[in-house]
């Protein structure tokens, strides 16, 4: 069904290491975001993109950074990974009825 | 910010029970939408409504947006273990305004 993908599936990695987590997609989508989920628990959206070179700051206040320079690729970085940044992270993008595809996420560990 | 809330947070029901999961927004939506989160996954698109007190039905599920247009229902009939999930809905209040999503719903099914 849909085309987004995001790897790594799973992470497990040591406290102050630098992480970035990929996402793309192939529908030639404007749109794109990056939510942070803990098991069974809300949606936070931490990063939204309109465009290539928009990126805008979602709701939960997230250490990690976001670049979009190109329309299928938008990435999420890490400077300095801490055990409170353990959690699922999910990207999606959204077509022009708002209608959100998401990639299988990517579970991070930080120990 | 808008704000989208869901009542109630977790339900247990006996498979063939009735299920129904009840979504309110702070603003005026332009649009809802509703997704199914199964356990270990990533949310997956059921359905979006657009017309004040529309009314759509995929099988078991019948879908309703409210009159004012900020709330929404989701009702199950007969559920079957296959149903087990969590139900979000998200609401956008158009224009440039991000997707917001509920807090969710978390259904559990009692064979």
């Known amino acids: 069904e849909a085309d987004i993908y995001q790897t790594p599936r799973y992470l497990v990695i040591g406290t102050g290491k630098k992480i970035t987590l990929e996402c793309s997609q192939t529908?030639?989508?404007?749109?794109m975001y990056w939510y942070q989920q803990d098991p069974g628990m809300e949606l936070h959206l931490i990063h939204y993109s309109y465009g290539v070179n928009s990126t805008e700051k979602g709701d939960l206040s997230s250490e990690s950074t976001v670049s979009r320079i190109r329309t299928e690729h938008f990435p999420l970085t890490l400077e300095s990974a801490r055990p409170s940044h353990t959690s699922q992270y999910l990207c999606?993008?959204?077509?022009?009825?708002?209608?959100?595809?998401f990639g299988s996420g990517t579970q991070l560990s930080v120990l | 910010g808008q704000q989208v809330m869901q009542i109630p947070q977790y339900q247990h029901v006996q498979e063939g029970e009735d299920f129904t999961t009840y979504c309110n927004s702070s603003?005026?939506?332009?649009?809802i939408q509703w997704y199914k989160q199964r356990p270990g996954g990533h949310p997956v698109f059921l359905i979006q409504l657009v017309k004040s007190g529309e009314v759509k039905k995929q099988k078991r599920l019948t879908f309703q947006f409210g009159e004012a247009k900020k709330n929404s229902s989701l009702h199950i009939t007969a559920t079957q273990t296959t149903d087990v999930g969590t139900y979000f809905c998200?609401?956008?209040?158009?224009?440039?305004?991000?997707?917001?999503f509920g807090t969710g719903t978390k259904l559990q099914v009692i064979p």
């Open positions: 603003t005026t939506l332009s649009n």
């Open positions: 529908m030639g989508h404007d749109k």
């Open positions: 998200a609401g956008n209040s158009g224009g440039y305004q991000k997707v917001t």
């Open positions: 999606a993008s959204s077509d022009f009825k708002e209608k959100l595809f």
